[in-house]
């Protein structure tokens, strides 16, 4: 089942923090200071990456693909957190840029947890 996989928490805790940043980053005050386009990047990016994990938990068979995925989500977190911090100098007034951090320590354990019963997987394979 994957509801009994720990990674699958994780995943999904993800994607509720990317979902509230790509929804609540519209009410911001860097809307005034910013244009549209600069503001809703990190938006777009973060819904995309959280619909996505919502995804990968539903190949729970695919571990591979999971961890490989996983990988490309925290590339995508981290790349979003930079274009956040170096194109709007006033990130850290915003409540919502805190969001980042905490789905980017959720995908890393999601990922961790997914090699690691990769690795049991395999281990089980060889006493066979």
């Given at each position: 089942?994957?509801?009994?996989?720990?990674?699958?928490?994780?995943?999904?805790?993800?994607?509720?923090?990317?979902?509230?940043?790509?929804?609540?980053?519209?009410?911001?005050?860097?809307?005034?200071?910013?244009?549209?386009?600069?503001?809703?990047?990190?938006?777009?990016?973060?819904?995309?990456?959280?619909?996505?994990?919502?995804?990968?938990?539903?190949l729970?068979?695919?571990r591979?693909?999971?961890?490989?995925?996983?990988?490309?989500?925290?590339?995508?977190?981290?790349?979003?957190m930079?274009?956040?911090?170096?194109?709007?100098?006033?990130?850290y007034?915003?409540?919502?840029?805190?969001?980042?951090?905490?789905?980017?320590?959720?995908?890393?354990?999601?990922?961790?947890?997914?090699?690691?019963?990769?690795?049991?997987?395999?281990?089980?394979?060889?006493?066979?």
């Amino acid at each position: 089942m994957m509801i009994q996989r720990i990674q699958t928490i994780y995943f999904f805790l993800a994607a509720i923090t990317l979902l509230l940043y790509a929804f609540f980053c519209n009410s911001n005050i860097l809307n005034i200071t910013r244009s549209i386009t600069e503001a809703f990047i990190p938006a777009i990016v973060s819904f995309l990456v959280a619909v996505f994990s919502l995804g990968v938990i539903f190949l729970f068979k695919k571990r591979n693909f999971q961890s490989v995925a996983s990988s490309i989500f925290i590339l995508l977190v981290v790349i979003t957190m930079s274009y956040f911090i170096f194109t709007i100098k006033l990130f850290y007034l915003e409540w919502t840029f805190y969001l980042f951090p905490l789905a980017l320590i959720f995908l890393f354990l999601g990922r961790k947890n997914v090699v690691a019963d990769e690795k049991l997987i395999r281990s089980v394979d060889r006493l066979r």
